[in-house]
């Protein structure tokens, strides 16, 4: 896996290091005819070439995408190095460096959101590494939520939302790290097909989400059940769940406050091991998928025209609308619920709200910054509105962006500083805050509607995802 990202980071520093190149191919676009930073041509309008066109503001999406899935690779390849020093030297001091490392992952993956809703490898790479059909791709493997955390590992008897993942004809006995009867292969091949286990979709087995919980355990409440007053603390898993005889001379295995068998810890780590190794293989993935010239997604899309430029368009409006103001932040504020909300155990939530609105923003704008601080940036479809003689319209766009931006720093930070999404989601709270949200990711949805229509294509309906009354 290593010689893999040195291939990836190897071809992404010679494509998209030509960043500022000129203004004709997709890439820095905005630059002007002459390549000249900040000057437009002599016809130029507004400091944006008069020579950008669909295909530039496509090939500058393109090497966005493969930018963002390397980023996203080398952090879980990353995460993957603080797992396995957790798992051989399991101390509070490792635990912790592990969900740092986590928490770093994330950051570049939820930028990565408004790739998804168009068929691309996402939702539609298959095992063989060709594109099949919406759906069939990684992402359930990489991103399902809610977790129904019950299906892994140890829970509560009581907690805010529900924990259980089954339904009774699909039902687990214990959880697979305790029954060793039923789950006695961990390897990183048997655990992707834990998920959605048996069929059931609520069966969520691996991904980002059941490595959180493995890191962090259950979000309980101030007085450690699921009822009572919230506090501002992420899930307490004690690094002893991962104490094994091998690594402390003694058996002190915990599953939290009990005592377990020393075996139960060795599962533990061994299913946390698998799970970042599927998490990392999935990633790799679509990242090779994307690569420029030789990705099996990359060369077709760059050639898409006015297709591709639905496909963007149509990721911005359904992440805003359905996936990001529906299901991920008006459930969990309908319901109250802890268990609804996105990165439930360890109160990162904040951060997957601002990411996603930023995910629309980038597609927009055509300006992604890397993990190492370096820019991808190119023609946007701003620049093409402005060039399609619609001035107003990429004002008001950019506007509607900006909005939800401010809104969602909101929330970021409030979890900063000590108010996080689960308990601004409570009844006689700052719900007015996270309801901001909710209102600017609608409109923003109005002027991408508009957007689709000034430049004359087709999007399948982008709210769609959810059943969610957003007004």
């Not at 991808?376 to 008001?396: F, K, M, Q, R």
Request: net charge negative; with cysteine.
């Amino acid at each position: 896996m290593k010689k893999s990202l040195l291939a990836v980071l190897v071809a992404s520093t010679f494509i998209l290091g030509a960043c500022s190149d000129d203004g004709d191919d997709g890439i820095d676009g905005i630059n002007g005819v002459d390549g000249v930073d900040g000057v437009a041509g002599s016809d130029g309008t507004d400091g944006v070439s008069s020579f950008v066109t669909v295909d530039d503001v496509v090939a500058t999406n393109a090497n966005i995408a493969f930018a963002m899935y390397s980023d996203s690779l080398f952090t879980a390849q990353e995460l993957m190095t603080a797992l396995e020093t957790l798992v051989a030297n399991p101390s509070e001091a490792t635990l912790a460096a592990a969900r740092e490392a986590w928490l770093a992952s994330r950051e570049p993956y939820v930028q990565t959101e408004a790739y998804r809703f168009r068929g691309g490898p996402i939702d539609a790479l298959l095992d063989d590494g060709t594109i099949g059909e919406d759906g069939e791709g990684p992402e359930g493997r990489i991103n399902a939520w809610p977790l129904g955390e019950a299906l892994i590992d140890y829970v509560a008897v009581e907690v805010d939302g529900d924990s259980e993942a089954t339904s009774s004809e699909t039902a687990v006995t214990g959880n697979i790290i305790s029954n060793t009867t039923d789950f006695p292969d961990l390897s990183p091949t048997v655990v992707a097909t834990f998920n959605e286990l048996d069929g059931d979709e609520r069966n969520v087995g691996t991904g980002y989400h059941a490595i959180e919980f493995l890191l962090w355990g259950q979000d309980l409440n101030a007085d450690g059940s699921g009822s009572g007053e919230r506090d501002a603390t992420a899930g307490q898993r004690p690094a002893s769940d991962y104490f094994t005889a091998s690594t402390t001379g003694v058996n002190t295995c915990t599953s939290g406050d009990v005592a377990a068998a020393d075996e139960i810890c060795e599962r533990r780590g061994e299913y946390l091991l698998s799970v970042a190794q599927v998490l990392v293989d999935d990633l790799q993935a679509v990242a090779n998928a994307w690569a420029p010239e030789v990705g099996v997604h990359y060369t077709e899309f760059v050639q898409g025209g006015d297709t591709s430029l639905a496909l963007i368009l149509e990721g911005m409006g359904r992440l805003s609308f359905g996936e990001l103001a529906g299901e991920r932040i008006n459930i969990a504020l309908r319901t109250d619920s802890q268990e609804d909300e996105h990165s439930c155990f360890s109160d990162n939530t904040h951060r997957d709200i601002f990411l996603d609105a930023q995910s629309v923003q980038i597609m927009y704008t055509g300006s992604y910054t890397r993990v190492d601080g370096s820019v991808v940036e190119g023609a946007s479809i701003n620049d093409l509105l402005v060039v399609e003689g619609e001035p107003e319209l990429a004002n008001t766009m950019r506007a509607a962006l900006e909005a939800t931006m401010a809104s969602a720093t909101v929330i970021d930070t409030l979890a900063n500083t000590g108010t996080p999404f689960d308990v601004l989601i409570q009844e006689g709270i700052t719900q007015p805050n996270v309801v901001a949200v909710i209102v600017n990711l609608v409109e923003q949805t109005d002027v991408i509607e508009q957007v689709i229509d000034a430049l004359n294509v087709t999007t399948n309906d982008i709210r769609q995802d959810t059943e969610e009354n957003l007004g």
